[in-house]
């Protein structure tokens, strides 16, 4: 029997919120997003789906404020640590609905009720519940967001930090990260040009170029992205990451069907 091929997608907080406006999400993209992924989905029935999105600025404006991500234990933090997850929730349901309109089968898995971690490492997350949505044919949906940490109280858990748990059982074939950026660019201020390629034995070069977020990210912006990207390619030397525009429509449908746009990493 053919194995079964699993691809994760991300739709970047950059893409789907605007975020230098809080608590501003971007349906008109949530929903052409949703409709790209539902014709590759219906094309492409032997190929399975893992969907994450990031908090954009549902989340990170908040967390910041409250400096979620560095632990606290008194009742201030846990104020904050709340409203933090009541922005992220607000907007995974607005991600859930836009996609149940299109008929996709998502069910999400907010970190916040099943991730525990050890002073910002992982602990503990019991995927079956996941791998079995997956064997039915469902899209598992994850998203940014707040998780209990033993050690620290609590602390946020991104995106990319799941899809980095998730590989080691789940394999993908590949990871797709659309956002706004058109990849990785090899100037900061030159939005022109991109990296084409990185693996880990050309990134001494790149990371001189690369930095944080422009708008509030709690979670690191580019360079930590792509760090965390090839640690996973250095852990399974078969996946490949693509770094990409969502913005410009047909693209994700584009990537999802293998299509090479903006910055490839790979070993």
Do not use: C
Not at 174 to 199: H, M, P, S, W
């Amino acid at each position: 029997m053919e194995p079964v091929k699993l691809i994760f997608l991300k739709l970047g907080g950059s893409l789907i919120t605007d975020k230098n406006q809080p608590l501003t999400a971007r349906p008109n993209i949530i929903k052409r997003a949703a409709l790209e992924i539902k014709e590759f989905w219906e094309e492409n029935p032997k190929i399975h789906l893992l969907i994450g999105h990031g908090s954009g600025s549902f989340g990170h404006a908040i967390a910041d404020k409250h400096q979620t991500q560095r632990g606290g234990w008194d009742q201030k933090y846990w104020q904050g640590f709340s409203e933090v997850w009541q922005a992220a929730r607000q907007l995974n349901q607005l991600v859930v609905e836009s996609f149940h309109q299109e008929g996709l089968p998502v069910i999400a898995f907010p970190p916040s009720s099943a991730v525990l971690a050890d002073n910002k490492h992982f602990s503990s997350w019991d995927i079956r519940p996941i791998k079995f949505a997956l064997s039915q044919g469902l899209i598992p949906l994850v998203q940014g967001d707040v998780i209990f940490d033993t050690q620290i109280g609590g602390t946020i858990f991104s995106t990319e930090k799941s899809f980095q748990f998730l590989s080691h059982f789940l394999h993908p074939e590949k990871i797709l990260l659309a956002g706004l950026d058109k990849g990785v660019y090899k100037e900061i201020a030159n939005k022109n040009e991109i990296f084409q390629i990185i693996t880990p034995g050309t990134y001494q070069e790149t990371r001189k170029t690369l930095s944080g977020s422009d708008a509030v990210d709690v979670t690191g912006g580019m360079g930590a992205k792509v760090e965390l990207m090839l640690a996973m390619i250095r852990q399974q030397p078969s996946l490949q990451v693509q770094i990409f525009s969502g913005l410009e429509p047909g693209n994700i449908k584009k990537a999802l069907h293998g299509e090479h746009l903006g910055t490839l990493i790979q070993a």
